[in-house]
Nanobody, 121 residues
Framework: QVQLVESGGGLVQAGGSLRLSCAAS????????MGWFRQAPGKEREFVAA????????YYKGSVKGRFTISRDNAKNTVYLQMNSLKPEDTAVYYC??????????????WGQGTQVTVSS
């Protein structure tokens, strides 16, 4: 069982940056692949980025590649999402998720409660 708590969301102007954090409970954090997802109003939740247990393999949604960076610190049981050059279309609730096994863009078992990111134009 893994419990996830996101933080770091907020209101930012277009072109600005935010760093989201996701703190995980449990002693086996390093064995989980971690992902970030988002859900905008009226839309389905979508994949944003994911990282394998070692931090060596990362996947990104095409529209955030080059602007967002996912990373993790296994000693701190924390995964991060650094978001640069933010755009209004990045506005959404961002969720952290965890899964055992290989890193993928779906099939996550544990979810956080979400943190709101709002990008003003």
């Amino acid at each position: 069982q893994v419990q996830l708590v996101e933080s770091g969301g907020g209101l930012v102007q277009a072109g600005g940056s935010l760093r989201l954090s996701c703190a995980a409970s449990g002693r086996t954090f390093s064995s989980y692949a971690m992902g970030w997802f988002r859900q905008a109003p009226g839309k389905e939740r979508e994949f944003v980025a994911a990282l394998d247990w070692s931090g060596g393999v990362a996947y990104y949604k095409g529209s955030v590649k080059g602007r967002f960076t996912i990373s993790r610190d296994n000693a701190k049981n924390t995964v991060y999402l650094q978001m640069n050059s933010l755009k209004p279309e990045d506005t959404a609730v961002y969720y952290c998720a965890a899964r055992r096994g290989p890193v993928t863009s779906n099939g996550y078992d544990y979810w956080g409660q979400g943190t709101q990111v709002t990008v003003s134009s």
